[in-house]
């Protein structure tokens, strides 16, 4: 016998015109987009070789040649930061999906299993909210040195209680709705529960997460970059760049600005985006705004 | 209420005792020989062994995590490798510095926040209310060490109030000592305060809409006596919880901007350990942050059964 009909959703194209007419969401996507098409785009061309060093034109203000001018190791700052937006998404990426497919892997087991198996994993995540994603990721710098894959593992290891957390809380929710009743008395398994019902019922929910956690992954990697643990070089980063521009403050102030806004319009984009898509995915949530 | 702090105080306890037993793995077993790490590759083996035994590595792991527990009890948390100077006496020494950050910073947000939270609130709609929540979507894109470094660009390159960076110390007076914080402790605070800001205004919004506040009204309240008066009070929970959660995220801040500016406290003891691979500063530092973290929101657990009652039978 086949479960009760999950309550439902509008379609792709209704979806798609509620989208358009949402300012937020549309200034989070085309922003967002700016970002992954910089990124996308410094793989094929940027202006100059982002790491090429040629000191004879070091500290160049913007220019035909150079746009956004050069660095203290004269390298073009637009390439840079062109550059930089590849490590950004990819800090991003990968911690997010470390901590969705763990964290919402341990918060649906818990869900579905509650009893002591629910109290061992939410007791776990307790005492791992202990250590903010920076403190966390400085643990392990601290034992496995700096660099880019060691900031993504610390920082995707931080997000696994967070989402684990957040899969729980709306997992118990969705469990206790009438077509999950109706399921389990059909004779349906958890497992099967869990995959056909519950999952994709809290999609929303880790989607909109997923997209705010994206933006503070970012955020966390850049203060890591600018404390010197994350990225190192040669490899660009906004973060490094900013700790570069802090010790030419006086000669070059502009080569702390752009890192910055790089920075801020990722995670502005991202932010929006989130809002947005939780208006549009939960229209309960956008009334009450 | 006695049960629901019992209970509160053992979940304390218990998750203390789980973050020193992740920090003792993490930076104690997970790299396998820590004398070896703290001396580098190419130390001597006398002397990698020498450090060993002086840091008591051939005992049994068990044994050391029990004598860090009770050093870390009685205040005995052995010495620095880098500095040779006891690690009690070097995390006493920074925390007179970011103790007072971290509060500065805190009561700067909280200001911020509230006032700013209950102004788009009361201005729901209109062009108060969509200025300073645009305005906040800004301030949380913004990365603390980045505001921080325009503020220096702003304040001390170019207007000249401020210096750039450094702490005279305390000995110097408080004036000075205050003034070296102002900087570090706006940075913090404004990209904290507009997180806050949303949320008290998001909740002041909800609490507008409940009948008492409309009865407060009808009995000849003006808005605002009934705003500060009634509203913020019942809007205060989730605030509050946010400010417990945002203190954790400000704690590791202040590594950030202890950087930026320079300024020798905690956050700046951790970096440069681990750079100096000094181990034993880095543990006992970590601990202390993750155990602020973790009392913080003790207290703000408390802090819920004192504003609303409500909350405390049903979650004892």
Redesign the interface.
């Known amino acids: 016998m086949s479960a009760p009909a999950i309550p439902a959703r509008p379609g792709t194209a209704a979806f798609a015109r509620r989208a358009l007419r949402h300012p937020s969401f549309m200034a989070g996507a085309l922003l967002s987009a700016l970002v992954v098409a910089a990124a996308l785009l410094s793989l094929v061309w940027t202006p100059w070789p982002p790491g090429d060093i040629d000191v004879m034109r070091k500290l160049q203000p913007p220019s035909a040649a150079h746009w956004l001018g050069t660095d203290a190791f004269g390298r073009d700052v637009a390439s840079l930061l062109l550059a930089g937006a590849r490590n950004s998404l990819l800090v991003g990426t990968v911690a997010v999906a470390v901590g969705l497919v763990f964290g919402a892997a341990l918060g649906l087991l818990a869900s579905a299993r509650r009893g002591w198996v629910e109290e061992a994993i939410m ?2 995540t ?10 966390s990721a ?6 496995f040195g700096p660099g880019l894959v060691v900031s993504i593992v610390a920082i995707g290891l931080f997000y696994v209680p967070v989402f684990a957390r957040i899969t729980r809380g709306s997992a118990n929710a969705v469990w206790s709705r009438e077509f999950v009743l109706a399921a389990r008395a059909a004779g349906r398994g958890r497992l099967s529960i869990t995959l056909e019902h519950v999952l994709p019922n809290i999609a929303s929910v880790l989607i909109v997460q997923g997209t705010v956690h994206f ?1 503070l992954a970012i ?1 966390a990697e ?2 890591l970059s ?2 010197g ?1 994350g990225t190192q070089p040669p490899q660009p980063s906004w ?1 490094r760049m ?1 700790n570069d ?2 010790a030419l ?2 000669q070059a ?1 502009r080569l ?2 752009f ?2 806004i790089a ?3 990722a ?2 984009g991202l ?2 985006l989130g809002d947005g898509l939780r208006d549009l995915l939960d229209p309960r949530l956008a009334r ?2 | 209420m006695k049960l629901f702090l019992l209970k509160r105080l053992a979940t304390l306890v218990a998750t203390l005792f789980g973050a020193s037993v992740v920090v003792f793995l993490v930076l104690e077993i997970l790299p396998g020989d820590a004398a070896q790490m703290m001396m580098g590759p190419d130390a001597a083996p006398e002397a990698v062994a020498a450090l060993r035994a002086k840091l008591g590595l051939d005992r049994a792991p068990l044994e050391r995590y029990a004598a860090w527990l009770v050093g870390m009890l009685t205040g005995e948390l052995g010495t620095s490798h880098a500095y040779g100077t006891p690690v009690a006496g070097l995390i006493v020494e920074r925390l007179a510095l970011t103790v007072p950050l971290a509060l500065m910073a805190m009561s700067m947000t909280v200001v911020l926040a509230l006032s700013a939270g209950v102004y788009a609130a009361s201005r729901h709609h209109r062009l108060g209310d969509v200025g300073v929540m645009g305005l906040t979507q800004v301030g949380i894109a913004i990365p603390n060490f980045w505001f921080a470094i325009l503020l220096i660009l702003l304040f001390a390159v170019n207007l000249r109030w401020f210096a750039a960076g450094g702490f005279p110390g305390w000995a110097e007076g408080a004036g000075p000592a205050l003034k070296a914080l102002v900087l570090p402790a706006v940075s913090l605070a404004v990209v904290q305060s507009a997180i806050l800001a949303r949320i008290t205004r998001s909740a002041v919004l909800d609490v507008l809409r409940e009948d008492f506040v409309r009865t407060a009204r009808a009995k000849g309240l003006s808005r605002r006596a009934a705003l500060w008066g009634h509203v913020l009070r019942n809007a205060l929970v989730p605030v509050i919880t946010v400010m417990g959660l945002q203190f954790a995220t400000l704690l590791a801040g202040t590594i950030v901007v202890e950087s930026v500016f320079y300024l020798p406290g905690l956050g700046r003891l951790i970096f440069q350990s681990i750079s100096n691979r000094d181990l034993i500063v880095v543990r006992n530092c970590v601990m202390l942050l993750a155990a602020m973290v973790v009392v913080v929101n003790f207290v703000v657990d408390v802090l819920y059964a004192v504003i609303d009652p409500r909350l405390a039978p049903s979650d004892a």
Request: charged content about 10%.
């Open positions: 007791r776990l307790d005492f791992t909210f202990a250590f903010p994603a920076l403190l400085i643990m392990m710098t601290a034992v933006a955020l850049a203060a600018y404390l643990l973060g900013l521009a802090q403050l006086f102030p702390a600005v890192p910055g920075i801020a319009v995670v502005l932010n929006l009450r705004r």
